[in-house]
């Protein structure tokens, strides 16, 4: 019993989060407000499918009002996987993530970073921290550097804590941005008929397997004294 036994493999996931850069570099809500984020989409997508299961490397920047002022928010997601012990492939590094910056002049301070990471690999037991977690700070991507940000004052060298989460994929850390950071624009993109069965899509492909593990195990045996859910987010 694993609470990431049914986390699609590694050529599900590539394949899932191609159709998200795919719808995000096609729709014409997205390119209307969001130019950047579906040009970079665009990009990748094209990179992706002309180099079949590579690593995913996206990010991009969208121009928000965050608490009454213009910010910038970014959006990133990197999936790469690895051969395992058995030359098949196995996940290596899932990570997302969702910052806020001020607009000031260079160098622009980073105003809120958090990370949602699966710890993949070969094996998956007894992690030092959740399996899957959500992790604020963190140190900054050659993106984010080139964007002129600075986030020594967010003391990125402290890791932890690492707090148990559930999975996500690029959709739903976007639909995060679209909800959390409401507008017009945002609006037109949360609730297009279109986007809601991407998310819905995205819930099933990856939200569902989590919490159908996660009661499985809260109602059978193995759920003791000896063995509590942070065990279990823990691989332990």
């Not at 590094?93 to 070969?122: E, Q, T």
Request: proline fraction near 4%.
């Amino acid at each position: 019993m694993s609470l990431h036994a049914n986390y699609p493999d590694p050529q599900a996931l590539w394949k899932n989060e191609l159709k998200t850069l795919e719808f995000l570099s096609t729709n014409l809500v997205v390119s209307k407000y969001f130019n950047e984020l579906s040009y970079n989409a665009l990009l990748h997508a094209n990179y992706l499918k002309e180099n079949v299961n590579s690593h995913i490397s996206f990010e991009a920047k969208l121009n928000l009002t965050v608490e009454n002022k213009k910010r910038s928010v970014y959006v990133g997601a990197v999936v790469t996987s690895k051969l395992g012990e058995d030359k098949s492939d196995v996940h290596d590094w899932i990570s997302y993530y969702l910052a806020v910056s001020d607009n000031a002049v260079v160098p622009r301070r980073l105003l809120r970073k958090y990370h949602f990471d699966f710890v993949g690999g070969a094996t998956h037991n007894n992690h030092s921290h959740p399996a899957f977690h959500l992790q604020y700070g963190g140190k900054l991507s050659q993106y984010l550097l080139a964007e002129g940000l600075t986030e020594k004052h967010l003391n990125p060298w402290l890791s932890n804590p690492r707090i148990t989460f559930y999975p996500v994929t690029l959709a739903l850390v976007l639909d995060v941005v679209f909800c959390e950071f409401p507008s017009l624009e945002t609006r037109k993109i949360a609730e297009n008929h279109l986007w809601r069965d991407l998310i819905k899509a995205n819930e099933v492909f990856i939200i569902k397997p989590f919490y159908e593990e996660m009661m499985t195990f809260i109602t059978s045996g193995a759920h003791n004294r000896d063995h509590l859910v942070r065990d279990y987010c823990y691989g332990r």
